[in-house]
């Protein structure tokens, strides 16, 4: 799983960080294992002391872990009153999740070139700065012919961290061979299909009124704060079936 937070300075890393921990509230309902392997911090000053995210890529391990979560890919938006601003003025922020299968490169029947990766390595960094260790242990790699760049900073040794971005970036190639697949369907059947991808897909409101609204099912709750905890187990129902 991948979280960026859009357009909007410090609200929309704030609420970067407010879906991360919402995910890993939920994988822990699920007895699901969560790793965070790389994040780029925003801005402190959050609300209970979050600090920012920038962008998260998280390892997420459990039985049907991508058949109950690779809906959740789209832009998430959220409307509140904004922490940040001094006039108390209500907010919009936006934040795009991007849910990826575990792909084996030979089940994936994808073949990838050492001659067409870049690999860099960097220091691992926490909020403030502060080093997690003094080596150069992060990975980073970047796939030249389709310019993905993938990352992975949490393991101590090199070539863990490899492993890991070599994986993000075998599950993003396999998406992107996807979404080309059904760009190549739309052609030949000259309509639309949906693709939540880049998409909004679920409002969060906070303000003047609460409700969290899923946009392509029609589901929707009131009780906002137990969602943002966690309790997502209604709207990945109503999307399994709607899919259905």
Not at 21 to 41: D, P
Not at 103 to 122: A, H, N
Not at 205 to 228: F, W
């Amino acid at each position: 799983m991948e979280i960026f937070s859009g357009a909007g300075g410090q609200d929309s890393q704030d609420w970067a960080t407010m879906l991360l921990r919402m995910y890993e509230k939920y994988c822990a309902t699920k007895g699901y294992e969560f790793l965070v392997l790389h994040q780029a911090y925003g801005e402190g000053g959050g609300p209970e002391g979050r600090i920012g995210t920038k962008s998260a890529t998280i390892e997420i391990k459990g039985n049907y872990a991508y058949g109950f979560l690779k809906k959740e890919s789209g832009v998430h938006r959220l409307v509140r009153i904004s922490p940040f601003n001094a006039q108390k003025l209500r907010q919009t922020s936006f934040a795009q999740v991007n849910v990826l299968p575990e792909i084996k490169e030979k089940e994936g029947e994808l073949e990838i070139r050492q001659e067409d990766l870049k690999i860099d390595t960097f220091r691992a960094s926490g909020p403030g700065g502060q080093y997690v260790n003094k080596t150069e242990s992060a990975v980073r790699i970047t796939h030249i012919p389709t310019g993905l760049v993938v990352a992975s900073q949490t393991e101590r040794l090199q070539g863990k961290n490899k492993q890991n971005a070599m994986k993000i970036l075998l599950g993003k190639l396999y998406q992107l061979k996807e979404a080309q697949h059904v760009k190549e369907i739309e052609e030949i059947k000259g309509k639309n299909i949906s693709n939540s991808f880049g998409s909004q897909i679920r409002s969060y409101v906070l303000h003047p009124y609460k409700m969290v609204k899923d946009l392509r099912t029609q589901y929707e709750t009131s009780d906002a704060e137990s969602v943002l905890e966690g309790d997502l187990e209604k709207f990945i129902e109503a999307e399994l079936k709607y899919n259905d």
